[in-house]
Antibody, heavy 117, light 109 residues
């Protein structure tokens, strides 16, 4: 079964760091670009970051550029998001997703990040 | 930078209604446009890719059209399971970037 499972979310104080992980299964991970997308309940979806299959191309939303770092380990079928200098406005539900051609066709169930003192 | 807008921001409809949602881009994005359905507590579902390609397993009552700066998602006959929020999304590879529209919430009249 094709599956993505996020972990690493939690409650963190402003200015601190958190590292999200996404474990992939059921497909050849190294063949796909991967992305992080977040959702604040009551607000819209926001693309956070993406990385191509070989880490050759990486992109970030302006709101997280310089603070978040995306990476992947193809041998371990894993995607990561290192989140530094967290702000209250980073509080959201974070999803990882697999990109096939244009769109993200497989999504995880999400993990919650709360930034609060 | 390219911005995406959607209209309406919300709508109320009944089962069986035809529903149309519009997405506009501030610049020509050719057909680099996807549509998603999102329900609370779940990952979004990809419905349409490249403006008009129906994803495998998505009911044929969903359709997409458009190119350039104006795009449309149509649900030909709304079903109970279609009440959700719908997002358009532009993508680019050089540089790598995705931009979501603000969403359209479809709820029960």
């Amino acid at each position: 079964e094709v599956q993505l499972v996020e972990s690493g979310g939690g409650l963190v104080q402003p200015g601190r760091s958190l590292r999200l992980s996404c474990a992939a299964a059921g497909f050849k991970f190294e063949d796909f670009s991967m992305h992080w997308v977040r959702h604040v309940p009551g607000k819209g979806l926001e693309w956070v970051s993406g990385i191509t299959w070989n880490s050759g191309s990486i992109g970030y939303a302006d709101s997280v550029k310089g603070r978040f770092t995306i990476s992947r380990d193809n041998a371990k079928y894993s995607l990561f998001l290192q989140m530094d200098s967290l702000r209250p406005e980073d509080t959201a539900f974070y999803y990882c997703g697999r990109r096939r051609w244009g769109g993200i066709d497989v999504w995880g169930q999400g993990t919650t990040v709360t930034v609060s003192s | 930078d390219i911005q995406m807008t959607q209209s309406p921001s919300s709508l109320s409809a009944s089962v069986g209604d035809r529903v149309t949602i519009t997405c506009q881009a501030t610049q020509d994005i050719r057909k680099y446009l996807n549509w998603y359905q999102h329900k609370p507590g779940k990952g979004p579902k990809l419905l349409i890719s490249d403006a008009s390609k129906l994803e495998t397993g998505v009911p044929s009552r969903f359709s997409g059209s458009g190119s350039g700066t104006e795009f449309t998602l149509t649900i030909s006959s709304l079903q109970a399971e279609d009440f959700a929020t719908y997002y358009c999304q532009y993508y680019d590879d050089l540089p790598l970037k995705f931009i979501f529209g603000p969403g359209t919430k479809v709820d029960i009249k």
